[in-house]
């Protein structure tokens, strides 16, 4: 299975990714920890990502696609993956159906998780993560067991530059701009689905089963 979450920053795409692949049993892509590693390893990638990144403006589509596209076709892909904020914009779309299609794939579904604006400032403004496994936590919604420290791999905790009130107000512009765009884009293939992404964690990960399930068996 092929599926795309699709969310404002803060939505939950990272911490729904967790729940989704220990359930389904899928690899779990995202762009931006993927930047973030490179980021933190130092590598050119990182160092291209970085200016962008920090002003919460998308990395340019050449850098980006690239890096997605390699990494989905490593072993631990083929069973099926959770792309988590790729793509981001058409273009990105366009190019992820294309090089699924030369696998004889596609993307099976789009899972929209929608987040009002109030919550999703609540959510980036507390947010904590794992320099490690990159694992999301809050300080109030979700806190680790031991404060600093990731409750999965024993990692540092930190908080991402870009979750500052002003980069998170970037980061919504170009989400509404750029990315809401792809509502409409896996609309027209009927690979949409759209879930309530307020309430437990728990609550949401059973919302995105069933309704996978539902249109599942649609099928
Ligand atoms: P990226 O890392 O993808 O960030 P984002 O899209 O802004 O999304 P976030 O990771 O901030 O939010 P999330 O939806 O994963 O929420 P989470 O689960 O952590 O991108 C960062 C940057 O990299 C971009 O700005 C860009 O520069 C670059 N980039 C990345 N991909 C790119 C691409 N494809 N093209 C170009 N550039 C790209 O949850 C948030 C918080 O809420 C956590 O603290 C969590 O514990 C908490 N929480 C989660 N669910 C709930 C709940 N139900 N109730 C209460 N709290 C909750
Ligand atoms: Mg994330």
Not at 3 to 32: D, F, M, N, R, Y
Not at 35 to 56: D, P, S, W
Not at 107 to 119: F, H, L, P, T
Request: one cysteine or more; hydrophobic letters at 35%.
């Amino acid at each position: 299975m092929y599926i795309v979450l699709l969310g404002a920053p803060g939505a939950g795409k990272g911490t729904q990714a967790g729940a989704l692949t220990q359930e389904l049993k899928l690899a779990h892509i995202a762009s931006g920890d993927l930047f973030r590693q490179a980021l933190g390893k130092g590598t050119e990638l990182g160092l291209q990502a970085k200016a962008y990144m920090e002003k919460g403006q998308l990395v340019p589509n050449e850098i980006t696609i690239k890096m997605v596209l390699e990494r989905i076709t490593s072993p631990d892909c083929a069973a099926g993956i959770i792309l988590d904020g790729f793509p981001r914009n058409v273009e990105q779309a366009k190019a992820l159906d294309e090089a699924l299609k030369l696998q004889k794939k596609g993307i099976d579904y789009a899972v929209y998780i929608k987040v009002s604006e109030g919550e999703l400032l609540k959510r980036l403004t507390g947010r904590w993560i794992c320099r490690k496994c990159q694992a999301p936590f809050h300080e109030v919604s979700s806190p680790p067991k031991t404060k600093g420290k990731c409750d999965k791999c024993g990692g540092e905790l930190y908080q991402r530059a870009d979750d500052n009130t002003e980069t998170i107000k970037k980061r919504l512009e170009v989400f509404f701009a750029e990315t809401a765009p792809l509502i409409e884009y896996y609309s027209r293939t009927n690979k949409l689905m759209e879930v309530q992404g307020e309430g437990s964690m728990e609550d949401i990960s059973a919302r995105i089963i069933s309704a996978l399930r539902a249109k599942n068996q649609k099928k």
